[in-house]
């Protein structure tokens, strides 16, 4: 755990505290909804020092590296082992109506990449887990082993958009058949075999899509968030924001539509005046997904793909 707290960089977190620190000016709670090794909240914390966390994270690993790092903190902070669409059970278990900030970091973590034993790489050989939180639900091991050919092909396709889905998902049937997978060294072997050899030289490592496409999986990560945009924004203050950072197209697009449907007026089209019920609860505060700078992704290449959005719940029209 100390390579992994030594190595942690958040990542564009110079813009986030840009975008929630002011709702955070006056105090009150921020959620961090993927704590994570706290590297956001603790930016957040030192930016407003009248404001108190909420940290929810659903590896009890990264709640503990948390811990530790946000002491210095005292009681301004209060952690809670959770998946982030548990956001509303959360709340009302500590008797908060509704909060000031909200970030969900998406993705996988520092820790749960540095950590090999968890079998998210597919560079290092490891036992086929992929579970952020290791204490319950099926592995990648238990889907590549138990779904049949469609059904692996659909997570493929759906999670990784890999246009080899169906050919690799008889592969994988086929190998499971003489021998059970259990590592991801052997499922690397099986992939490597099914993509064919152009695509294996120009796109990128042949195991990448596949990979994504399991931990998405194993995770429910896009049920999840599906669960959580809606409920974040129901939890927010007038004039509180919800900052998401998202990693691959297929979160960011989840968060587009959301945010773009609550920052819509919902009155007809053509009316003179739009009437208060019907304005828009919500604001954007970027413009289209904004990018890291490339002087970021150079000292911290995991950024590269990030895509940040926020929101601002309109102080005139809060119910």
Do not use: W
Request: hydrophobic share 45%; glycine share 8%.
């Amino acid at each position: 755990m100390q390579a992994a707290r030594a190595g942690h960089v958040p990542v564009m977190a110079g813009r986030i505290v840009e975008l929630l620190a002011p709702a955070l000016a006056g105090g009150g709670t921020y959620v961090d909804c993927t704590l994570g090794l706290a590297g956001h909240a603790i930016a957040l914390l030192d930016a407003c020092p009248q404001a108190t966390l909420v940290g929810i994270d659903r590896d009890p690993d990264a709640l503990g590296v948390a811990a530790e790092r946000l002491e210095r903190f005292g009681d301004r902070v209060t952690l809670v082992q959770a998946v982030y669409d548990e956001l509303p059970a959360v709340l009302a278990d500590l008797g908060l109506d509704a909060v000031r900030a909200i970030l969900a970091d998406l993705g996988l973590s520092s820790l749960q990449i540095d950590r090999t034993d968890r079998g998210f790489s597919y560079s290092i050989d490891a036992p086929l887990d992929m579970r952020m939180g290791q204490q319950s639900g099926r592995t990648a091991a238990d889907i590549v082993n138990t779904y049949d050919a469609r059904a692996l092909a659909r997570v493929l396709r759906t999670y990784g958009e890999e246009r080899f889905a169906d050919r690799i998902a008889r592969r994988i049937v086929e190998a499971r058949d003489e021998r059970p997978f259990t590592t991801s060294a052997q499922l690397v072997e099986v992939l490597s075999q099914a993509i064919p050899a152009a695509s294996r030289a120009t796109g990128g490592h042949p195991a990448k899509r596949t990979f994504q496409a399991l931990r998405i999986e194993v995770n429910r990560e896009l049920e999840a968030l599906e669960g959580l945009l809606p409920a974040a924004l129901a939890a927010l203050e007038p004039g509180g924001r919800f900052a998401v950072l998202a990693y691959h197209s297929l979160e960011d697009r989840l968060v587009k539509q959301a945010f773009a449907a609550a920052s819509t007026d919902t009155a007809p089209r053509g009316l003179p005046v739009v009437p208060p019920e019907h304005r828009a609860k919500f604001r954007l505060l970027t413009r289209g997904a904004e990018r890291p700078e490339a002087a970021e992704t150079l000292d911290n290449p995991r950024a590269a793909s990030a895509r940040l959005r926020a929101a601002e719940r309109r102080q005139e029209v809060a119910a």
